[in-house]
């Protein structure tokens, strides 16, 4: 089903349904969805069951079919041996005897809807076919009958004052995609998309036959694709007709065109009358291999294909011709994350070339993603012979006029940070701080080098600084390879993330996915999304192993141990969480969600699930941070603080800790922030026998948790209470119900009738019946029986007291 065509299929119903006696003609190319537009056009107006399809009209052996294909007569009957072109020699009134009789036939009353005969497969509309379909049109309306004809062209002009043509365009680029989409297996990455696009102008057909002769690898973006050698059967068939009627200078301007990557705009060629331009790329190709030439405008052949330092093959190819070799090559596979084109050990390739670009790029790439690609060597960051000044290509697109303090400071940046990704320790994170702040305001940034440092501005808790550098390079022109568009998507939802923005965690994510599938795997990703999406629906985490084990770095794997120790805090899983999060800290003594909010996380999470006095040692030294005054400076990491020293300091229930952090705080902190105090205090309320003032914080931190749209932590409450709950109390279920549906409740627990219930509160019956359906729900019961049950057991105090 071709989608994306609102216009064309209002126009198209419009017609259908309309009482004027016109022929409506939906022209275009061949494969560019004419016949599933048409019959989904006809479906969306009722006439599903009541339109007939004529199949092969012009032929000697024509049929009618349902709009489903399921049933099919033979009309050859009413053609004639010459075919339709013979208007005058052809029975159309037999012919629409035999479709109506047909259609009645099996459908019982032939269907409610507008009665339309749909006849496909015209071809060109020649004078002859015109005044064929002419004359079947107007014994058709005699009869009740509308006429939609399907044709690649019209040769006809001018037509009929009676016949409306529709032309059928290309399809944009999310509607392919959703085509592409239903018809392949393996999820295309967005670029991928916009070359299939323009290889195929759109035309669905065309993208299809072009997307089967790629691998899953090219279509996911992992392994790059330039575009086809040669034409395949379908782009034969329709540009036949088209490139016949090219003249000799225009197919030579079209074979000797480069051809390649595709351009925003798309390739145009006007032709030498001036009154309309060739945009079929493949309509190039098939005239390259008419003239048998390379494509080369100077006449001279391209090697076949050259190879990189590595010894593996690219292809090299651009829009302009030109060939690429050795570090071009390869820095190309690294800004478009093609990953699946490098080695093993990506190092190799930069050890072979050593270029500081390449060096740069290998590096952040490395970085972004969380794979050990790099020799974590002591005193070696970069393989002999890469020149010292690769740093400042790791930060800066073009280096020149860069201070010599600036680009020093750059440097030690980077080899912390790469020590960093080995070791999870940071040494010296003052000079880090003071570092960052000198690299972070100057012009012409490359955003994997932004995100980098986005990175690490987070993980020492200057999430206002890590905010600052987003927006300052947000309008920054340049980002147009993929590693700098994905680096750019990741770095705010890392931000997102921090801030507890799990809906925008989650949007970012998509956005970078969609440009390169295989994003979904990398680990700080599936770290991230696991994290949001406890957050948003209560989705526990499926599995902890990470994919590709073995080959995350330190710092990757202690960051992801952390998401999943808070998306299991999250939905009420403390057990787990404090597993993971002790993981998190060893492997990372500095993730990106900062010292103090995992600490604190496990610190939450031993209290939820651990009793007093049996904390290991191992988790016991965890427990106590060293967090200087820098790193708890921003609103909500001082929160956070505030919240761990709260639940360390065991001052009794009411805790004074946590009355000061929920009441004193100087600047209001997030609702993030403000839900995971209530939380925690709640929580802690709770085990130490305060149920009443734990079960208050906690349905506070319900109905915000409604409002900030955070609904996951609905279920770690839920399952908390329920594990504290000794049964005599009233599960927190109750609380859920609203005004109307608790007076409800309290009437059906009574005794009272459905009918009752209406007359007591002023609704109709059926909203009663509605309205307790969905308490039922909520309160995890199937019936009145089941509510009268759980009221007797565990009643709330408002239904006690009615």
């Not at 090559?329 to 390449?358: K, N, S, Y």
């Not at 279920?715 to 009233?730: K, M, N, Q, S, V």
């Amino acid at each position: 089903m071709v989608h994306g065509r609102d216009r064309e299929l209002r126009v198209i119903g419009h017609f259908a349904t309309d009482l004027d006696p016109t022929v409506l003609v939906v022209r275009g190319l061949s494969g560019i969805g004419k016949t599933a537009t048409v019959i989904r056009a006809l479906k969306l107006v009722g006439a599903g069951a009541s339109a007939v399809r004529v199949v092969r009209p012009c032929s000697p052996r024509p049929s009618a079919h349902d709009l489903e294909n399921s049933r099919r007569i033979d009309l050859s009957a009413w053609s004639v041996p010459d075919h339709p072109e013979h208007g005058s020699d052809f029975d159309a009134s037999g012919f629409l005897r035999a479709v109506s009789a047909w259609a009645a036939d099996g459908g019982g009353d032939g269907g409610t809807g507008p009665r339309v005969l749909f006849v496909d497969d015209v071809g060109v509309l020649t004078a002859e076919r015109a005044r064929w379909l002419q004359h079947l049109a107007d014994e058709a309306y005699g009869q009740d009958w509308r006429v939609i004809a399907a044709v690649r062209s019209i040769a006809a002009e001018p037509l009929s004052d009676d016949v409306e043509v529709l032309e059928l365009g290309p399809l944009d680029r999310g509607s392919l995609r959703r085509v592409l989409d239903m018809e392949l297996s393996v999820p295309v990455a967005a670029d991928v998309v916009e070359q299939l696009r323009w290889w195929s102008a759109g035309n669905p057909r065309l993208a299809l036959e072009l997307a089967g002769s790629l691998s899953a690898a090219e279509l996911r973006g992992d392994a790059s694709w330039t575009g086809p050698e040669t034409a395949g059967s379908a782009a034969r068939r329709v540009y036949r007709a088209m490139l016949a009627g090219l003249d000799p200078a225009t197919m030579t301007a079209l074979a000797t065109a480069p051809l390649g990557n595709p351009p925003l705009g798309g390739a145009a060629l006007a032709r030498r009358d001036g009154r309309s331009a060739v945009r079929h790329p493949l309509l190039a190709l098939l005239c390259r291999e008419a003239r048998g030439t390379d494509g080369h405008v100077d006449g001279r052949e391209a090697p076949a294909a050259e190879r990189d330092a590595t010894g593996a093959q690219v292809t090299g190819v651009h829009a302009t011709g030109a060939h690429v070799t050795g570090a071009h090559a390869a820095e190309r596979i690294l800004d478009g994350l093609h990953l699946d084109e490098l080695p093993a050990r990506a190092w190799a390739v930069v050890a072979a070339t050593p270029e500081p670009r390449l060096a740069a790029r290998a590096v952040g790439v490395s970085l972004l993603t969380g794979r050990t690609w790099l020799d974590h060597r002591e005193g070696a960051l970069v393989p002999d012979g890469v020149a010292p000044e690769w740093t400042d290509h790791l930060w800066w697109r073009d280096p020149a006029g860069v201070p010599a303090g600036t680009r020093a400071a750059g440097a030690r940046v980077a080899a912390a940070l790469l020590r960093l990704e080995g070791t999870g320790e940071l040494p010296d994170p003052g000079t880090l701080r003071a570092d960052l702040r000198l690299l972070g305001p100057t012009p012409g940034q490359d955003w994997v080098g932004v995100e980098i440092q986005v990175h690490a501005l987070l993980m020492l808790g200057d999430v206002v600084g890590a905010r600052s550098l987003l927006a300052d390079h947000s309008g920054t022109a340049g980002e147009s390879t993929v590693a700098e568009i994905v680096a750019r998507d990741l770095a705010a939802a890392r931000v997102a993330a921090f801030d507890g923005r799990a809906v925008d965690v989650r949007t970012h994510l998509a956005h970078a996915a969609e440009l390169r599938p295989s994003v979904d795997e990398w680990l700080p990703a599936r770290g991230l999304r696991a994290a949001a999406d406890a957050v948003v629906d209560g989705t526990a985490p499926a599995s902890t192993m990470p994919a590709q084990a073995g080959s995350w770095s330190a710092r990757a794997l202690g960051e992801y141990a952390a998401d999943l120790g808070a998306a299991h805090l999250v939905v009420g899983q403390a057990e787990g969480a404090v597993a993971l999060l002790t993981i998190a800290l060893e492997h990372c003594a500095w993730p990106y969600r900062g010292r103090v909010q995992v600490r604190c996380d496990l610190v939450e999470a031993v209290m939820a699930s651990t009793p007093p006095g049996r904390v290991g040692p191992r988790v016991e030294r965890l427990l106590q941070p060293v967090v200087t005054p820098e790193e708890r400076s921003a609103v909500d990491v001082a929160a956070a603080w505030s919240r761990l020293r709260a639940l360390l300091a065991d001052d009794g229930t009411p805790s004074a800790a946590f009355e000061a952090a929920l009441h004193a705080a100087p600047v209001p902190m997030s609702p993030w922030q403000r839900v995971r105090m209530l939380v925690a205090y709640g929580r802690y309320a709770v085990t130490r026998g305060a149920r009443t003032t734990g079960t208050a914080l906690l349905d506070e931190a319900r109905t915000l948790v409604r409002l900030a749209g955070m609904t996951g932590w609905l279920r770690g409450i839920d399952a908390f209470l329920a594990e504290t709950d000794a049964g005599g109390g009233a599960g927190p279920e109750w609380e859920v119900l609203g005004r109307h549906e608790r007076e409800m409740v309290r009437l059906a627990v009574h005794g009272a009738t459905n009918s009752q219930i209406a007359q007591a509160t002023f609704v109709s019956e059926r909203t009663v019946v509605n309205r307790l359906r969905q308490a039922y729900t909520t309160l995890g019961i199937r019936d009145r029986r089941d509510l009268v049950r759980l009221a007797e057991t565990r009643p709330p105090a408002w239904l006690v007291g009615g």
